[in-house]
């Protein structure tokens, strides 16, 4: 089945650096992908979709500036949160869709990234 | 904008039927998805079921869609012990183009021994 990763799996850092998020999809290419944020015991929040080879779609209230997103290839996309605060402490979850056109449109997800700011 | 709501507790005993409720509110929702979520883990998705049908079965999991009512149900039979984490209902409409999902709040499932 299709393979989602995510590199690290989990992340301190210190208040003011930047990180960065890897997707990786494994076993097939993926022409769009999401970064989700997720709270404790909340839901997935959409942040931004990715296509490869453009620029991101933010949703509204998402700092483009603050979140950098890079889908360089049909294979990747990067997450950097730049300039991190604690207040940006959270789970961030990627998912990729598939090149090839399903009908369901299927999301595979990736594990996930345990981002801690101190 | 759409929106799914879903209870956020339930709790069973291993062996007995669980049944986890969704409602949602967009009408030109095409496809209904269910995913798994354990604790630090990502998404697993569980089965999803396309608006023409009523109905869809795979092992344990069975998926009932009432259109009219906008409510998606997931039936897990038999439930054991490591069915026990959260489950999100989430919905593609026709006009998403890229596939994007809404997402309810998830339902964390507790199955006692």
């Known amino acids: 089945g299709a393979v989602v990763s995510q590199h690290p799996s989990r992340v301190i850092c210190k208040s003011g650096t930047s990180v960065k998020i890897e997707c990786r999809s494994l076993d097939f290419q993926a022409t769009t992908m999401f970064w989700y944020r997720q709270f404790p015991k909340q839901s997935l929040m959409l942040m931004a979709t990715s296509n490869e080879g453009s620029k991101a779609t933010y949703e509204q209230g998402v700092e483009k500036d603050k979140f950098l997103i890079n889908h360089a290839s049909l294979t990747l996309s990067t997450l950097t949160v730049t300039s991190a605060h604690p207040e940006d402490s959270s789970f961030y979850i990627c998912?990729?869709?598939?090149?090839?056109?399903?009908?369901?449109?299927?999301?595979?997800f990736g594990p996930g990234t345990r981002l801690t700011v101190t | 904008g759409e929106d799914v709501e879903q209870s956020l507790f339930l709790s069973v005993r291993e062996g007995d039927s669980s049944v986890i409720n969704c409602t949602y509110t967009?009408?030109?929702?095409?496809?209904l998805y269910w995913y798994k979520q354990e604790p630090g883990a990502g998404l697993q998705l569980l089965t999803y079921?396309?608006?023409?049908?009523d109905m869809k079965q795979d092992q344990r999991l069975t998926v009932l869609l009432n259109k009219k009512d906008k409510h998606l149900s997931l039936r897990i039979a038999d439930t054991q012990t490591g069915d026990s984490a959260i489950y999100f209902c989430a919905e593609r409409n026709r006009g998403s183009t890229l596939g994007r999902l809404y997402f309810g709040r998830g339902t964390q499932l507790t199955v006692w021994p």
């Open positions: 079921i396309f608006s023409n049908m």
């Open positions: 998912s990729a869709r598939e090149l090839a056109e399903t009908s369901s449109y299927e999301q595979y």
């Open positions: 967009d009408s030109s929702s095409t496809y």
